[in-house]
């Protein structure tokens, strides 16, 4: 499928995320980032930069109502939300 990657593609987009997080958002060790995606690439690559830019990572369920979504963010208070177009 076109989601594919090789681990080289894999890697420079991991990488090149995690740089956005630290260096344009300014995110770092010990901040909340919550990933609200569906379980496609785009989300593990968005977990796994997250995870080397030292954060704390938060996936949250893509399926849940918007009241429970609120209420996980209201608890987590994440610094980044990182989202796909299908949420």
């Not at 593609?9 to 010990?30: K, M, N, Y």
């Amino acid at each position: 499928t076109a989601d594919m990657r090789t681990a080289p593609q894999l890697l420079e987009r991991i990488g090149l995320l995690s740089h956005a997080l630290t260096r344009c958002l300014d995110v770092g060790s010990g901040d909340v980032v919550v990933v609200l995606a569906e379980a496609r690439t785009a989300m593990m690559e968005a977990l796994l930069a997250s995870l080397d830019a030292g954060t704390i990572v938060a996936p949250l369920n893509w399926r849940w109502s918007a009241a429970e979504v609120t209420a996980a963010m209201t608890r987590l208070q994440p610094r980044v939300l990182v989202h796909d177009a299908a949420c």
